[in-house]
């Protein structure tokens, strides 16, 4: 089955730091693969996503990821990170199941940045 | 444009009530899904539809079911409420292909006492 693990819960940074969230993917199928952040009290809203093409992919806010087969990773990353960055990431994959397709989210993580 | 629509957006029930949800998006989607949040549970599928008159159970559907009459609007019932569905209840709708984003809700925080 399709997983996606995202590791530790909480992640703090200085404002004006680098971000870096971590995603693994298991699949026996290449994903989609989506980062999702929910700001607090409110839905979840997409970051990016990579479904093929160029492997490194860029969003909205400065956020970009890098889809790595070898590694089955697809990190987030931010070169400098600010006060409004602070909320969770929801690392996802999109896959078929039958004649239907799901989207399975990690745990999410919450980013904290401290001034 | 509305997007995805969700009521009520807060809610505290009883053990044994039951009540709907009510999710409608304005977007023509043909795919939507109810997931319930839970801290250091990330996101888990509840029931989805990949159309009017389809629906199927996702990860965890125990205790809730769903109907899909028309393509706007996709309501999750909770038949007995029980303090285990104490959540925050999402819907989501996106077009049928995998490769495209989902669009959520506000969310529908409830609480079970």
């Known amino acids: 089955a399709q997983s996606v693990t995202q590791l530790g819960s909480h992640v703090s940074v200085s404002e004006g730091a680098l971000v870096l969230l971590r995603c693994n993917y298991s699949s026996s199928v290449p994903p989609y693969l989506f980062w999702y952040v929910q700001y607090p009290n409110q839905g979840l809203q997409l970051l990016l996503k990579?479904?093929?093409?160029?492997?490194l992919v860029k969003g909205i806010n400065g956020f970009e990821a890098e889809f790595k087969k070898s590694e089955t990773s697809f990190h987030l990353t931010k070169p400098s990170a600010h006060m409004s960055d602070a909320a969770e990431y929801f690392c996802?994959?999109?896959?078929?199941?039958?004649?239907?397709?799901?989207?399975?989210f990690g745990k999410g993580i919450t980013l904290s940045v401290r001034p | 444009n509305a997007g995805v629509t969700q009521t009520p957006k807060f809610q505290v029930l009883k053990t044994g009530q039951s009540m709907t949800l009510q999710c409608a998006q304005d977007m023509n989607h043909e795919y939507m899904s109810w997931y319930r949040q839970d801290p250091g549970m990330g996101l888990r599928l509840i029931h989805y539809?990949?159309?009017?008159?389809?629906?199927d159970q996702g990860e965890v559907p125990n205790g809730y079911n769903v109907s899909r009459s028309t393509t706007e609007d996709f309501p999750l019932r909770l038949l007995s409420a029980a303090p285990s569905q104490t959540s925050v209840y999402f819907c989501?709708?996106?077009?049928?292909?995998?490769?495209?984003?989902?669009?959520f809700g506000q969310g529908t925080r409830l609480t079970v006492v």
């Open positions: 996802a994959v999109s896959y078929r199941t039958g004649a239907n397709s799901k989207l399975t």
């Open positions: 989501a709708s996106s077009l049928k292909r995998l490769n495209t984003e989902a669009f």
């Open positions: 990579y479904t093929t093409g160029a492997t």
């Open positions: 539809s990949v159309g009017a008159g389809i629906t």
